[in-house]
């Protein structure tokens, strides 16, 4: 197996960019179709374990759109062959001083382009 083909990575990190656009910008259509629209996609957050692509709409239609700006660190993007890769980084908010974001996303490539498949969000104390 392949890791880390550069235009692979590429493809993906730009996805990603994309994510993160939309969720600091409440850009909520654009952040269902970066998630596999599929019963077994799934999303554990901060308070919330998402079960199935309806649970992550509901969510994400219900949620604030204030206070989602946030700086990015650290970021990691690693690609298995040609068609699944992992995102990881960390992240900080003004409005959560003392504490760190970590965020995990599994994409994989299907016949609509790369999809979030698994998220995971979780934050802890700083430790800086």
């Given at each position: 197996?392949?890791?880390?083909?550069?235009?692979?990575?590429?493809?993906?990190?730009?996805?990603?960019?994309?994510?993160?656009?939309?969720?600091?910008?409440?850009?909520?259509?654009?952040?269902?179709?970066?998630?596999?629209?599929?019963?077994?996609?799934?999303?554990?957050?901060?308070?919330?374990?998402?079960?199935?692509?309806?649970?992550?709409?509901?969510?994400?239609?219900?949620?604030?759109?204030?206070?989602?700006?946030?700086?990015?660190?650290?970021?990691?993007?690693?690609?298995?062959?040609?068609?699944?890769?992992?995102?990881?980084?960390?992240?900080?908010?003004?409005?959560?001083?003392?504490?760190?974001?970590?965020?995990?996303?599994?994409?994989?490539?299907?016949?609509?382009?790369?999809?979030?498949?698994?998220?995971?969000v979780s934050v802890i104390d700083?430790?800086?």
């Amino acid at each position: 197996m392949d890791i880390d083909l550069p235009e692979i990575v590429a493809e993906v990190r730009a996805a990603f960019e994309r994510y993160e656009r939309a969720l600091v910008g409440n850009d909520v259509a654009e952040l269902d179709a970066l998630f596999w629209d599929d019963t077994r996609t799934l999303r554990y957050g901060g308070a919330e374990n998402l079960y199935g692509i309806a649970a992550i709409r509901a969510f994400r239609a219900a949620r604030s759109p204030a206070g989602l700006e946030r700086t990015l660190d650290g970021t990691v993007i690693t690609t298995y062959g040609r068609d699944m890769a992992v995102a990881s980084t960390l992240f900080r908010r003004a409005t959560a001083p003392g504490r760190v974001g970590r965020q995990m996303q599994t994409w994989m490539r299907t016949p609509e382009g790369w999809k979030v498949v698994a998220a995971h969000v979780s934050v802890i104390d700083d430790p800086l």
